[in-house]
């Protein structure tokens, strides 16, 4: 796919959706990271329903410390993997408060030294709480990326950096989430609306269905 189509089809992305941003609710960067943390093979749906009485209760760190494991788990018991993530969201509470003064930094490197924080996420904290124009690449973007032939690879760092080196400057910051809302609910999985796609013309993939 050359510049020139990459271009446009952000530029239609954009046309059709000006102000794109996370499905999760938050309002903090703290709570974004809960948020991150625990949508890790479960649905925005799922866990905005958690977070919604979670955050009443606990929206800090230190509050969150006082919840402990087995009450921060009584919140999140309808999540997939729970414990697991309660663990990590306990053990990233004590640093962020041990180490960071109760906030969330704005560098990768320490927020990768979170339990329970990979690329990934460090990527939608960055981008979504800090406004730097970093792309996460979940399952969605790199089904979408792989798909059309805007960004191929075989990794998700792949398609990562091949994103970061084609994605035009003025489109990185919402790029992530242009493309994640597009693979949730137009390029989707089996059956990808592509009749009713924004892009079709300008997608390279060679299946395309047209209902």
Known sequence: ???????????????????????????????????????????????????????????????????????????????????????????????????????VPAEREALESLPGVGRKTANVILNTAFGQPTIAVDTHIFRVANRTGLARGKTVREVEEKLLKHVPQQFRQNAHHWLILHGRYVCTTRRPRCGSCVIENLCEYRQKELD
């Open 1 to 103: 796919m050359n510049d020139r189509k990459r271009r446009e089809i952000f530029e239609r992305l954009q046309a059709a959706n000006p102000h794109p941003t996370t499905e999760l609710n938050y309002s903090s960067p703290f709570e974004l990271l809960i948020a991150v943390i625990l949508s890790a093979q479960a649905t925005d749906k799922s866990v905005n329903k958690a977070t919604a009485e979670l955050f009443r209760h606990a929206s800090t760190p230190r509050a969150m410390l006082r919840l402990g494991e087995e009450g921060l788990k009584r919140y999140i018991k309808t999540i997939g993997l729970y414990n697991g993530k309660a663990k990590n969201i306990i053990a990233t509470c004590r640093i962020l408060v041990e180490k960071f003064g109760g906030k």
